[in-house]
């Protein structure tokens, strides 16, 4: 199993840049695929974005390409959100998520790891 942690959000105005953070612990952190997800008010939680576990390939949610940069450092069992050009609509809680040797191809799938942290809320003002 693995824990997660976010932090990193917060208010913003509309065109604005926030950077979430993701710390995991347990084992096997640096062998699995680590992704982001997001739930606004009286919706049902989506895919944002995913990184292999080595970071060399990523996956984004359409709505968010261009936009939102996935990355990782394994060495210090982080992964990072960068959202740059911030929409009123991105408003939202976002959750981290991972489990032991998770792929890619999971979140292809549309499917999920395990794991969840708490999830960190993220509030653009227009």
Known sequence: QVQLVESGGGLVQAG???KLSCAASGRTFSSAAM?????APGKEREF???ISW????TYYAG?????FT????????TVYLQMNSLKPEDTAVYYCNA??????????SGAA???WGQGTQVTVSS
């Open 70 to 77: 996935i990355s990782r450092d394994n060495a210090k069992n």
């Open 16 to 18: 604005g840049s926030l």
């Open 48 to 50: 944002v974005a995913a």
């Open 54 to 57: 080595s970071g060399g390939s």
């Open 35 to 39: 992704g982001w997800f997001r739930q």
């Open 63 to 67: 709505s968010v390409k261009g936009r």
């Open 113 to 115: 790891g395990r794991s």
């Open 99 to 108: 489990d032991h040797e998770l792929s890619l191809t999971t979140y292809y």
